[in-house]
């Protein structure tokens, strides 16, 4: 074997095997030249016997016939090497710049990923901070909204337990199941008497008085006309928690026994399950925030749109597009009904949202339901409905859309929009005459005080309008033309 792979050969074996090997070179008696190389054995501490001697230099052959094999496989490429830069340098160096520059695009392409995943991961962390703060500020609102359920819940507590005027009246007179609080005696003659001197008040009378024992301005003596002025928002009181933010109050037009035209019922409408309707039987315990009864409804409510109408509390049930009646003195159902391919919990809403898809209302001519539907594509459907049975009597589809709108009324049988929940100089917008199935543009001024509007009603008993805004619970004087 040639001297120089010779010594390759040893370096190899001193790579691959230990570290403790020697090469000595030295002449021997004839004057040759001798190399020996000599390793220690890593596994055996002494030379074993013969047989096992010819075991060792059995497998030591098989390894010198395997280091050989790769000896030649270095010593070819090697000779490849030397021919190419022999024959050609450039086209070598050429492919070596492209190999050289397809890995540094790679590299760069791993270094800006690397990048964009820092940056992403920073993100996250940002992100997750912000939602951790969200989470606790949610809790804190949370507890916050608990303790003041609860003080309510006590409120109304006391109130059941004989705060209130306490009820006189004998079972024969009061329904069965009825908490109804009256100051009077049934039995009395007095009373018997008051009875029917209030059944003796003409009609007229009413009509042409307001609350307040003021005439009405001329042009509201017929009862019915065209809207034309809205007033000043007059505040009459405010919503003491959270649950307030949004409601619906309002009074029965047409009151029937024992309920009077002073009768305000009030609705807080912040919740998923909304079940409790406060009862006043006097407009000064409204003010004052007293209420003489409560109503735990049968089946949760839905938004803004109730209105109690003869005696009935009408209202939208939860996650549905039913209308129920709730008779207030029985405290029962008395009927359901389904508004056929009306829009509900978010489908159709008015601009301000709040699930407004059904909108109740009631005017000189009776029940009315406010919605959308798939086929009217988001046009404001107008439906009047039987009280009794809750069935639609008919319907008119109009060209003005829900969602455009921050709410509707009715007056005459017409229907009125407002344009805009939160603006403080907002209009009444358009109007829609049943009597000819026109719409028309319109342009009345309209104040939202406390900018958010999310109930406005029209009470014909009283020719104002009843709304919610932003906690407040506000009226608003009307004008009609003669018709």
């Not at 392409?109 to 964009?116: D, F, K, M």
């Amino acid at each position: 074997m040639p001297t120089a792979q010779l010594l390759l050969l040893a370096c190899l074996l001193w790579g691959l095997e230990a570290r403790t090997a020697q090469l000595r070179k030295a002449n021997d008696r004839s004057g040759r030249c001798q190399y020996i190389f000599s390793v220690a054995s890593p596994n055996e501490s002494s030379c074993p016997e013969q047989g096992q001697a010819m075991s060792a230099i059995q497998d030591l052959q098989r390894d010198l016939e395997s280091t050989k094999a790769r000896l030649s496989s270095l010593e070819a490429l090697l000779h490849q090497l030397t021919l190419g830069q022999a024959a050609g340098p450039s086209e070598s160096q050429e492919g070596l710049h492209r190999e050289l520059g397809t890995l540094r695009r790679e590299r760069e392409q791993l270094e800006t990923q690397a990048r964009e995943l820092e940056v992403a991961y920073s993100n996250l962390l940002r992100d997750k901070s912000a939602l951790e703060e969200d989470k606790r500020r949610l809790g804190e609102e949370n507890e916050d909204l608990a303790q003041r359920l609860e003080h309510s819940s006590q409120e109304v507590a006391r109130l059941r337990r004989g705060q209130c005027p306490q009820a006189h009246s004998s079972s024969q007179d009061v329904p069965a199941g009825s908490r109804e609080v009256s100051k009077w005696n049934v039995e009395t003659v007095n009373f018997q008497e008051l009875k029917s001197e209030l059944t003796e008040v003409p009609a007229s009378r009413i009509l042409k008085e307001s609350p307040s024992g003021h005439p009405r301005n001329e042009e509201g003596d017929s009862g019915c006309g065209e809207l034309v002025w809205v007033g000043e928002p007059l505040t009459l009181r405010t919503a003491e928690t959270i649950t307030g933010k949004y409601g619906v109050w309002m009074r029965d037009p047409r009151p029937t026994y024992p309920h009077t035209r002073e009768t305000t019922w009030r609705i807080d409408t912040v919740g998923t399950d909304i079940r409790q309707v406060f009862e006043y039987e006097l407009a000064s315990q409204f003010l004052q925030g007293y209420p003489s009864k409560v109503h735990v409804l049968p089946r949760p409510l839905e938004s803004t749109g109730a209105v109690v109408y003869r005696g009935s509390l009408y209202f939208q049930g939860a996650g549905s597009g039913t209308v129920v009646r709730y008779e207030l003195t029985a405290e029962t159902v008395k009927a359901e009904r389904e508004i056929p391919g009306a829009g509900y919990h978010g489908q159709f809403p008015y601009s301000w949202g709040g699930y407004t898809d059904i909108d109740l209302a009631v005017d000189e001519t009776g029940l009315w339901v406010i919605y959308s539907t798939q086929e009217a594509k988001g046009a404001i459907v107008l439906s009047k409905l039987n009280p009794e049975s809750l069935e639609l009597e008919q319907t008119w589809e109009t060209n003005i859309r829900k969602q455009s709108v921050a709410n509707a009324f009715v007056i005459c049988g017409h229907l009125y929009t407002i344009s805009s929940y939160s603006s403080p100089d907002a209009t009444v917008n358009f109007a829609y005459d049943t009597g000819t199935g026109r719409s028309r543009v319109l342009s009345i001024p309209f104040k939202n005080r406390y900018k958010y509007s999310s109930m406005i009603d029209y009470n014909p008993l009283e020719k104002k309008l009843f709304a919610w805004d932003n906690f407040n619970m506000v009226t608003y004087d009307i004008r009609l033309s003669k018709m």
